[in-house]
């Protein structure tokens, strides 16, 4: 069975435009988690959706932001991007709310 | 709200050394508790998970056990290897009933084994 995917591997971006991160869960998952890993700050919680809906979000700017398709694939977009979004962006699936989470190997952005 | 400290690497030990790995949380209810491991270049992987006070996890040789009088969830390996050289990250689950689950992570421990 395959696990989480997530595209693309790694991303370059520059000052100000805009990203755009792919998930797919485990066949069956319909809950999608984003976090986010920069240097120096461990893990943040971004986003949850669950059911195409959002039903979580942490302490991060409008600017980042996201959408669960009705195949339970999600996107998450960070625009206007500043340097210091430069992170590896992790996103996880579950069952159900609140079952495990597994997660993918991560999109690393480097914005300059 | 709700935090996870764990203690602060880079840990070194020699192979076949006891490890432990501190870790404390602040919650309100009763969060669900677990490690999660992180090999180099890797996603994150669940270690082990323990969902009630004095609940024991246990995994590949790891272990952890639920302490509520303490708030803590110590990880610990009798004998590590070269092999469980990685970041380990210690989180607490919020949320219950269908509403505003995450996962609240503390800042990760590097372990580094050798030989």
């Known amino acids: 069975e395959a696990g989480v995917t997530q595209s693309p591997t790694h991303l370059i971006k520059t000052r100000g435009q805009q990203a755009t991160l792919r998930c797919s869960p485990i066949?069956?998952?319909?809950?999608v988690y984003w976090y986010q890993q920069a240097l120096g700050l461990g893990l943040q919680f971004l986003l949850w959706y669950d059911e195409g809906e959002e039903r979580n979000r942490g302490n991060f700017p409008p600017r980042f932001s996201g959408r669960q398709f009705p195949n339970y694939s999600s996107e998450l977009n960070v625009n206007a991007l500043e340097l210091e979004d430069s992170a590896l962006y992790l996103c996880?699936?579950?069952?159900?709310?609140?079952?495990?989470?597994?997660f993918g190997q991560g999109t690393r952005l480097t914005v300059v | 709200g709700n935090s996870v400290t764990q203690m602060e690497g880079p840990v070194t030990l020699s192979e076949e050394a006891f490890l432990t790995i501190n870790c404390t949380y602040t919650?309100?209810?009763?969060?669900?508790l677990f490690w999660y491991v992180q090999y180099p270049g890797e996603g994150l992987q669940l270690l082990l998970k323990a969902t009630k006070a004095d609940d024991k996890g246990s995994n590949k040789g790891f272990e952890a056990t639920y302490r509520k009088e303490t708030t803590s969830f110590h990880l610990e390996k009798g004998s590590v290897q070269v092999s469980d050289s990685a970041v380990y990250f210690c989180?607490?689950?919020?949320?219950?009933?269908?509403?505003?689950?995450?996962?609240?992570f503390g800042k990760g421990t590097l372990l580094t084994v050798n030989p």
């Open positions: 996880a699936s579950s069952f159900f709310p609140g079952l495990e989470a597994f």
């Open positions: 919650a309100t209810g009763y969060p669900s």
């Open positions: 066949s069956g998952h319909t809950s």
């Open positions: 989180a607490l689950k919020e949320g219950s009933g269908g509403s505003n689950y995450k996962l609240t």
